[in-house]
């Protein structure tokens, strides 16, 4: 926002700038009232109370302040506002600024603007100086006299040729370099500040190696009301009045502009940080994002250089907190996201959007998400996903898609496990568009006669074809014959078809199919009247994606499969000629050391822990 002070007048408070003789306290208040305006780029005057900072500068472009204070300003409704510069501290302005005959210039900057163009002073402030007409420095002339030494009478002498002697009434000595300083009302000696022949200033050091150096003690900066109160605020500026270091009383330090998008806050008491924003209650660390298109908080990892064998360092590592372990409590979560929400028709955003790094054609690309349970009585799941109910559907829990275009290497979702159990866990209904492959498709449900100890297993009819299986009972009429109508849709699923018939109950050595599959129906005869028939037909799919997709029984590997197997320990092979090794090295490896470290950590607890049923 670009905001502009006009200035109106710069007048003094008082009328008269000589300093009383009687009465010291009437002193010519060093201040200049002065008076402006603030508005908006597009001319709205802006209102309410700000910060702002003035400057006195030599020139109208460039160079560093004289001089500066920051005062919290009232703005009117027209934006107007009056201001007395000075009267942030007691000595007010210093009136040495308008002891010589060159012009200053006025900067006024709003609290994390930038500063305005600069104003020329009139000449009503040069009367500070004014001040001083009837003194020498600032002091009397009477100062100046020296005493006579004690008890010798004043020398008195009519002829000028004899000027009498005049000797300082000090004593004292320095050593060079160093700034003096009144040790006694008649004293002088060494201050603890020493000027360099660079010119560099040194406290408590006669070597600066920077125009003001401090050492053996601190710098302290209480701001221009002492920092006492809530709302007192203290700066120091680096560079420029664009970037300071500001501690507010009994809230915190920020870096940049306080209470400003861009500043970096430290907050009391606590030490939680917040980037853009000063609330910092919820965390020890909180960035929010103040601008469009800009990131929240964005973190890069080491990369290693070329050719220097070295690999690339993690970006961010997050571990949650441990529960009591004296008590059944829970372990705090290590990473919580959440999407923004979308609004009038548009997607909201997700929780989290991890993608691998890319590789070269040598090496496969990085997982877009890794996860890996914990260990326990019952270990942790390497995920945890709940798709979210919504209006008219559910959402899925995992969604995944693959965005390979060369060979179908993995598919949108892979599953290993790093022991021979279940690589995966469906709860529900599993719903594919394309193939399943497997090496055994079976069944499992709970076993009738024993449903709480057993399972009951079988294993699915496998075919060279897409071969579909329909088969019924039926009853044969007086003739012995009976027609069999199937679904409207069966023959426009399947063709090819065969037939197999079974009498029930007594022979039926002449039953035979007297009419083949045709209207979606057919019909049996040569069979006793009343007996009856189990019949049984299978088709081979024809369907349109069966004729699109049709199965290939012999397939080769593709390159990347060609010297694994799925199964290496069949054929004499160790693990690492598996199938995974060849199609994703990396995760296989990390399988392989977590499957090492569950086996080391079961061998100890098995060798060292108590039996649970010990008591």
Same mark, same amino acid.
């Given at each position: 926002?670009?905001?502009h002070a006009?200035?109106?007048?710069?007048?003094?408070?008082?009328?008269?700038?000589?300093?009383?003789?009687?009465?010291?306290?009437s002193?010519?208040?060093?201040?200049?009232?002065?008076?402006?305006?603030?508005?908006?780029t597009?001319g709205?005057?802006?209102?309410?109370t700000?910060?702002?900072?003035f400057?006195?500068?030599?020139?109208?472009?460039?160079?560093?302040?004289?001089?500066?204070?920051?005062?919290?300003?009232?703005?009117?409704?027209?934006?107007?506002?009056?201001?007395?510069?000075?009267?942030?501290?007691?000595?007010?302005?210093?009136?040495?600024?308008?002891?010589?005959?060159?012009?200053?210039?006025l900067?006024?900057?709003?609290?994390?603007?930038?500063e305005?163009?600069?104003?020329l002073?009139?000449?009503?402030?040069?009367?500070?100086?004014?001040?001083d007409?009837d003194?020498?420095?600032?002091?009397?002339?009477?100062?100046?006299?020296?005493?006579?030494?004690?008890?010798?009478?004043?020398?008195?002498?009519?002829?000028?040729?004899?000027?009498?002697?005049?000797?300082?009434?000090y004593?004292g000595?320095?050593?060079?370099?160093?700034?003096?300083?009144?040790?006694?009302?008649?004293?002088?000696?060494?201050?603890?500040?020493?000027q360099?022949?660079?010119?560099?200033?040194?406290?408590?050091?006669?070597?600066?190696?920077?125009?003001?150096?401090?050492?053996?003690?601190?710098?302290?900066?209480?701001?221009?009301?002492?920092?006492?109160?809530?709302?007192?605020?203290?700066?120091?500026?680096?560079?420029?009045?664009n970037?300071?270091i500001?501690a507010?009383?009994?809230?915190?330090?920020?870096?940049?502009?306080?209470?400003?998008?861009?500043?970096l806050?430290?907050?009391?008491?606590?030490?939680?940080?917040?980037?853009?924003?000063?609330?910092t209650?919820?965390a020890?660390?909180?960035?929010?994002?103040?601008?469009?298109?800009?990131? =929240?908080?964005? +973190?890069? @990892?080491? *990369? #290693?250089?070329?050719? /220097?064998?070295?690999? $690339?360092?993690?970006? %961010?590592?997050? &571990?949650?907190?441990?529960?009591?372990?004296n008590?059944?409590?829970?372990g705090?979560?290590a990473?919580?996201?959440?999407?923004g929400?979308?609004?009038?028709?548009?997607?909201?955003?997700a929780?989290?959007?991890?993608t691998?790094?890319s590789?070269?054609?040598?090496?496969?690309?990085g997982?877009?998400v890794?996860?890996a349970?914990?260990?326990g009585?019952g270990?942790?799941?390497?995920?945890?996903?709940?798709?979210?109910?919504?209006?008219?559907?559910s =959402?899925?829990? +995992?969604? @995944?898609? *693959? #965005?390979?275009?060369? /060979?179908p290497?993995? $598919?949108?979702?892979? %599953?290993?496990s &790093?022991?021979?159990?279940?690589?995966?866990?469906f709860?529900?209904?599993?719903?594919?568009?394309?193939?399943?492959?497997?090496?055994?498709?079976?069944?499992?449900?709970?076993?009738?006669?024993?449903?709480?100890?057993?399972?009951?297993?079988?294993?699915?009819v496998?075919?060279?074809?897409?071969?579909?299986?329909?088969?019924?009972?039926?009853l044969?009429?007086?003739?012995?014959?009976?027609?069999?109508?199937?679904?409207?849709?069966f023959?426009?699923?399947?063709?090819?078809?065969?037939?197999?018939?079974?009498?029930?109950?007594?022979?039926?050595?002449g039953?035979?199919?007297?009419?083949?599959?045709?209207?979606?129906?057919f019909?049996?005869a040569?069979?006793?009247?009343?007996?009856?028939?189990?019949?049984?037909?299978?088709?081979?799919?024809?369907?349109?994606?069966?004729?699109?997709n049709?199965?290939?029984?012999?397939?080769?590997?593709?390159p990347m499969d060609?010297?694994?197997y799925?199964h290496?320990?069949?054929?004499?092979?160790?693990?690492?000629?598996?199938?995974?090794?060849?199609?994703m090295?990396?995760?296989a490896?990390?399988?392989?050391?977590?499957?090492?470290?569950?086996?080391?950590?079961?061998f100890?607890?098995?060798?060292?822990?108590?039996?649970?049923?010990?008591?």
């Open positions: 926002m670009r905001l006009l200035p109106l007048f710069v007048c003094l408070l008082v009328a008269s700038f000589a300093q009383p003789t009687a009465n010291p306290s002193a010519v208040p060093s201040m200049v009232s002065f008076n402006g305006i603030l508005r908006d597009d709205t005057p802006l209102t309410g700000i910060g702002v900072t400057s006195l500068y030599q020139d109208a472009q460039g160079g560093s302040p004289l001089w500066l204070e920051t005062q919290n300003v009232q703005l009117d409704k027209t934006g107007h506002y009056s201001v007395m510069l000075g009267s942030t501290t007691a000595q007010g302005l210093p009136t040495e600024l308008f002891s010589s005959s060159q012009a200053k210039w900067g006024v900057q709003p609290q994390g603007r930038q305005q163009p600069r104003v002073l009139l000449a009503v402030p040069y009367a500070l100086k004014a001040a007409a003194t020498i420095g600032g002091k009397p002339v009477s100062a100046f006299v020296l005493a006579n030494p004690q008890g010798t009478p004043p020398k008195q002498s009519n002829s000028p040729s004899s000027p009498t002697a005049i000797t300082p009434n004593a000595s320095g050593t060079s370099g160093y700034i003096p300083e009144w040790l006694t009302s008649s004293t002088i000696g060494n201050s603890r500040l020493f360099s022949s660079s010119g560099n200033l040194g406290m408590n050091t006669t070597t600066p190696s920077q125009v003001f150096e401090v050492d053996s003690g601190n710098a302290l900066i209480r701001g221009p009301h002492n920092f006492s109160a809530v709302g007192d605020t203290a700066f120091l500026y680096i560079g420029d009045t970037h300071p500001e507010a009383f009994k809230s915190g330090l920020s870096l940049g502009a306080f209470k400003a998008p861009q500043a806050f430290i907050a009391d008491f606590t030490g939680n940080v917040g980037i853009g924003t000063t609330s209650t919820g020890e660390l909180t960035s929010v994002s103040n601008a469009a298109a800009t990131l =929240g908080l964005s +973190v890069t @990892g080491y *990369s #290693a250089a070329l050719n /220097s064998n070295g690999s $690339g360092v993690d970006a %961010f590592h997050a &571990t949650g907190g441990n529960g009591d372990p008590n059944q409590d829970d705090g979560n990473i919580v996201a959440n999407g929400s979308g609004n009038n028709g548009e997607s909201s955003g929780g989290v959007v991890a691998g790094g590789s070269d054609i040598y090496t496969n690309g997982d877009g890794y996860g349970g914990g260990a009585i270990g942790g799941s390497g995920g945890y996903f709940i798709g979210a109910g919504g209006r008219y559907s =959402g899925p829990g +995992v969604f @995944g898609l *693959s #965005a390979g275009n060369v /060979s290497l993995n $598919g949108a979702v892979f %599953f290993g &790093t022991d021979p159990d279940d690589a995966a866990f709860n529900g209904d599993i719903y594919a568009t394309g193939v399943v492959y497997g090496s055994a498709k079976d069944f499992r449900i709970d076993h009738p006669l024993d449903p709480t100890n057993k399972y009951l297993q079988h294993t699915a496998e075919s060279s074809e897409m071969k579909n299986i329909y088969d019924g009972v039926a044969l009429d007086g003739n012995g014959e009976v027609t069999v109508q199937l679904p409207s849709w023959e426009a699923l399947n063709g090819d078809f065969r037939y197999q018939l079974t009498a029930i109950g007594r022979p039926g050595p039953l035979y199919i007297a009419q083949e599959i045709s209207g979606n129906r019909r049996i040569g069979g006793t009247a009343g007996a009856k028939v189990s019949w049984m037909v299978t088709g081979i799919r024809h369907d349109a994606y069966a004729a699109a049709p199965l290939v029984v012999e397939a080769d590997k593709i060609r010297g694994y799925l290496p320990e069949l054929y004499g092979a160790p693990p690492e000629q598996g199938i995974e090794w060849g199609r090295p990396r995760l490896k990390r399988a392989k050391e977590i499957r090492a470290k569950a086996a080391q950590r079961a100890a607890q098995t060798t060292h822990a108590p039996s649970l049923d010990a008591h």
